[in-house]
């Protein structure tokens, strides 16, 4: 009973520092992450040259993202900001770097997604290449929730079931006739096919074909275990006899006609099969939660696009679909990768609306990643400022443009249009972004900077520091000291 009581306890407790730790600690943080990829070079210069060059993507960055939080990560094209979405959803592995998942060390590979544990997910930036153009919306959807065998309908199981293992069906029937067909086309050239063997042939293959269409259009997977045990009985005495009658020197005439029958009757059945079961029935799979879910973001009336192909539907919607595609696994972790920028403006908004929706009903972490600094500061609560992989500023949205502090974050603020002429007079930088093979030494935007000191920026790389409570910056000589 002690024993009993003292698990109980043990329990309980683990239980109350699991969620202490989840209120108190970050979802997710990231400490020193880098990524480097190696230059490709020619032959002779990898002769005469022993120097490895790298593109410094991710060059020693530091974040955290809070539950129910939007964390904006913003910078120009090149600067890192997809390969930091890439590297924490799992698709590219990191160089260095250290991740925590609610308080606790993980392994890089404790990241990614797994059949039965999604801690993140990511909407892709272009909705054109990220949707295949052979599935329907609604299976594109399903398709993620068949991976993570997490589909809870049990007819829309059954009906994938059988879908699968009527396209086995149609593999394996297809590799027996056309073999058939090898050892019929061997033959041919020493003798035809007699009458009595094709009609032979032709009568066994009837007598079967009641079992055989019965297990192929209501249980696949039973048509495929009676496949190999008893429907191909027939070729096998044809192969064993065949041989045989070779090794005898004579020609088994009566059996090529029976083997062209059995190959054609039986690749014609299991293609029947296949179509029936590939095209008519699978049409009759709608989801529920797909369905719930296209309604919750906007794709009403949610059958309609369910059928519908990506071409059918506009890019706005398609990337609905991504965000559905995403969300349906219910990961904890959302990572949008600039999601509106292959769209207009007015589709624009409806995409953030409905983001901004399902962080609420589902109290999702989003790190949104753009380019553009006025939609991080309608959307986001804190910020994250990058260039040529660094960060060099972060902090709350609204304090950020309050008060920026590095000349960069002055210059994206400075470029957003508006809509009074010569209403801004800041100095933007001049010259072009360094290069990620050849980084600057120093603080690597110092070439650029109109108040960059040379004998110290260019020596001295600057390290992120707190100078305001929660507003981080990189700089040695910041705004408000100027």
């Known amino acids: 009973m002690t024993d009993t009581t003292s698990d109980l306890d043990n329990s309980v407790i683990k239980m109350q520092s699991k969620s202490s730790n989840e209120e108190i600690f970050p979802l997710l943080e990231v400490a020193n992450l880098k990524k480097y990829y190696p230059v490709e070079r ?58 925590m998942w609610k308080g606790e060390n993980i392994s890089y590979n404790d990241l990614k997604p797994k059949k039965e ?52 069906g149609l593999f394996f029937s297809s590799f027996v006739s056309f073999f058939l067909l090898i050892l019929a086309l061997l033959t041919e050239g020493n003798a035809e096919p007699t009458l009595q063997g094709s009609i032979n042939g032709l009568t066994y293959i009837l007598s079967h074909i009641p079992q055989i269409f019965g297990l192929m259009l209501f249980d696949p997977l039973q048509f495929l275990i009676n496949t190999i045990s008893t429907t191909l009985t027939l070729p096998i005495n044809l192969i064993i006899t065949f041989i045989q009658e070779i090794l005898k020197g004579v ?39 797909v369905l719930e879910l296209f309604n919750e973001i906007g794709l ?102 309050k008060r920026p502090l590095h000349p960069y974050t002055m210059a994206l603020i400075e470029a957003i249009p508006t809509p009074i002429p010569g209403e801004k007079n800041y100095e933007l930088p001049k010259g072009e972004v360094a290069d990620a093979i050849n980084p600057p030494s120093g603080c690597r935007f110092h070439p650029r900077c109109p108040y960059a000191d040379p004998s110290i920026c260019s020596k001295e790389e600057p390290e ?19």
């Open 42 to 99: 020619g032959f002779f210069h990898r002769l005469f040259s022993k120097k490895d060059e790298f593109i410094h993507a991710i060059d020693d960055i530091s974040f955290s993202v809070k539950r129910g939080e939007i964390f904006c990560l913003v910078g120009e094209s090149g600067c890192g900001k997809t390969t930091t979405a890439k590297v924490i959803v799992g698709l590219e592995n990191p160089t260095a770097g250290q991740f």
């Open 117 to 168: 544990d999604v801690k993140s997910q990511i909407i892709f930036q272009n909705p054109y290449s990220s949707l295949s153009p052979r599935m329907k919306l609604g299976d594109a959807v399903l398709h993620s929730l068949t991976i993570h065998d997490k589909i809870t309908d049990s007819n829309t199981k059954k009906r994938l079931r059988n879908s699968i293992f009527a396209e086995m």
């Open 251 to 289: 020609i088994p005439i009566d059996y090529v006609g029976t083997s062209v029958l059995t190959a054609l009757v039986l690749f014609s059945i299991a293609l029947l099969i296949y179509f029936y079961h590939s095209w008519f029935q699978k049409r009759k799979i709608t989801d529920p939660q």
């Open 300 to 401: 009403s009336p949610p059958i309609q696009y369910y059928y519908k192909y990506p071409h059918e539907v506009s890019g706005g919607e398609r990337q609905r679909v991504s965000v559905a595609r995403a969300i349906i696994l219910n990961p904890e972790l959302l990572i949008a990768d600039e999601p509106t920028s292959m769209l207009d403006v007015s589709r624009r908004a409806g995409i953030l609306d409905s983001l901004e929706s399902l962080q609420r009903a589902y109290n999702l972490a989003i790190l949104f990643i753009t380019h553009d600094l006025a939609t991080a500061r309608h959307f986001g609560d804190r910020i994250g400022i990058m260039y040529v992989g660094k960060l060099v500023e972060r902090g709350e949205v609204e304090e950020i443009f």
């Open 464 to 482: 992120l520091v707190e100078l305001h409570p929660n507003h981080w910056i990189a700089c040695h000589y910041p705004l408000s000291y100027q």
